[in-house]
């Protein structure tokens, strides 16, 4: 949860897309993938670039007070994917652990296997990417699988939370998002995501500054 844009709980969300689009990760280069038939957006973590039609995404801000390890980009990332794998199972979808790494030098995150990527026969259906900024940590992904028959994306997501939760030995509480965090959203919307000084900058020239997961 945020207070005066401080975290003083870890907060869990998840999301649809109102329209088919592309996110990037912060260290790609937007000009890479312009011109094509979605909007291209890059986005604050690292990673490999995701489609995004029929997907549900999640984030994850947490602090190192509730997850010890966060320093550790493997144990971390391993923790959250099994929590929503365990998700995913109560939600009736099982999946499988990506049996190895694969090929590293594409751009897009679905055709790149990582260890601890969840699959379904074999198939890529969530990956991960990660940023730190002193003890908190963000983790942002995509499951790209279609939401079960007669559950709305709310009931879908609501079920994959009971089983993080679960799986973590924690209690989770809903909560709504507020006037003022909505009107930030749409602020930070106009003046940065959709700007192209944002989607054109490319950092890769000072990565020291930012520790992040390449996913």
């Known amino acids: 949860m945020l207070i005066d844009g401080k975290l003083t709980?870890?907060?869990l969300r998840f999301y649809t897309w109102s329209k088919p689009c592309l996110t990037i990760g912060y260290f790609q280069k937007y000009a890479?993938?312009?011109?094509?038939?979605?909007?291209?957006?890059?986005r604050?973590?690292?990673?490999?670039?995701?489609?995004?039609c029929n997907d549900i995404s999640y984030s994850l801000v947490i602090s190192e007070k509730y997850l010890p390890s966060i320093r550790d980009q493997q144990k971390t990332y391993m923790t959250i994917h099994s929590a929503l794998r365990a998700g995913l199972e109560k939600a009736g979808i099982k999946t499988d652990y990506c049996p190895q790494n694969g090929d590293k030098h594409t751009n897009l995150c679905t055709a790149s296997i990582f260890a601890h990527d969840l699959a379904i026969c074999g198939k890529k259906i969530l990956g991960s990417c990660q940023r730190r900024r002193g003890n908190v940590l963000l983790q942002?992904?995509?499951i790209q699988v279609a939401i079960p028959k007669r559950q709305t994306p709310e009931q879908f997501a609501r079920t994959i939370?009971?089983?993080?939760?679960?799986a973590l030995g924690i209690t989770l509480s809903?909560?709504?998002i507020s006037d003022g965090q909505i009107a930030?959203?749409?602020?930070?919307?106009?003046?940065?995501?959709?700007?192209?000084?944002w989607n054109l900058h490319h950092c890769a020239t000072k990565p020291h500054r930012v520790i992040t997961k390449i996913r």
Do not use: M
Not at 32 to 42: H, L, M, T
């Open 9 to 11: 709980k870890p907060l």
């Open 32 to 42: 890479d993938f312009a011109g094509g038939s979605f909007p291209v957006i890059r």
């Open 44 to 52: 604050l973590t690292g990673g490999l670039a995701v489609n995004h």
């Open 140 to 142: 942002q992904g995509s």
């Open 161 to 166: 939370s009971q089983g993080f939760a679960k």
């Open 174 to 176: 809903q909560t709504t």
């Open 184 to 197: 930030l959203a749409k602020e930070l919307s106009f003046s940065k995501y959709r700007s192209l000084d």
